[in-house]
């Protein structure tokens, strides 16, 4: 079973002072290598993938080549992944190594989505208003970096998610929980259940 800590631990270990390029290079290279069409699992897919990455890069002079410490660690981890078959989730473990750092430095990164556009004001305000707050990590908050994303299919009201913590009070998720509830089935002996009570007939 994939364990995105631990993965993120050992990433972030074997990076050292890399750590920060080596997430850089992840975020470059796995949504290209995800558009490979089949499935990427196993030792000869692993090594035939690491192959073409290694000599993708060399013939991209802007990339920095495998002289960066960070993309050489990049190509290693994802050679792990495709191996074992986890390569689904790098996704996961690239926002696991991302939290991790945020954690050891003391950055606090709270994505906010939105249905429509907010106030010019409204990053700042939060900013404000999340600064008096106790931190998620044991390390002080020392920073707060705030991203704005539009999600028109949450139809109005907000989603905000602070580190791993997620508050939704978006109009979308607000209906889902009507609905849900709504939904509820009526308890054994009610009324509703298709026999009147005392009537000794079906409705």
């Known amino acids: 079973m994939f364990n995105g800590e631990r993965w993120a631990a050992g990433f972030i270990g074997s990076c050292g002072a890399h750590a920060e390029a080596g997430l850089e290079a992840l975020k470059a290279l796995v949504p290209i290598i995800a558009e490979i069409p089949g499935t990427l699992k196993g ?44 390569f689904i989730h790098a996704p996961a473990l690239i926002s ?24 010019a004001s409204f990053p700042t305000d939060l900013k ?5 707050r106790p931190g998620p990590y044991k390390t002080a908050v020392k920073e707060i970096k705030v991203r704005v994303h539009l999600v028109p ?14 508050v939704d009070v978006s109009l979308r998720t607000q209906l889902y929980k009507l609905g849900r509830d709504l939904q509820v089935p009526p308890s054994r002996g009610s009324a509703s259940q298709g026999t009147r009570a005392g009537g000794g007939f079906s409705w």
């Open 96 to 119: 696991a190594i991302e939290l991790r750092l945020d954690q050891e430095r003391g950055i606090l990164r709270v994505t906010v989505e939105s249905a429509f556009p907010v106030e």
């Open 128 to 132: 404000r208003a999340l600064a008096g």
């Open 43 to 86: 030792t000869a897919t692993a090594r035939a993938l690491e192959r073409m990455i290694r000599k993708g890069i060399q013939a991209a002079p802007e990339s920095g080549g495998l002289s960066d410490p960070g993309m050489e660690y990049a190509v290693r981890i994802i050679f792990l992944l495709v191996k074992k078959g986890y």
């Open 153 to 166: 299919e949450l139809l109005g009201g907000y989603r905000v998610r602070i580190g791993n913590e997620i």
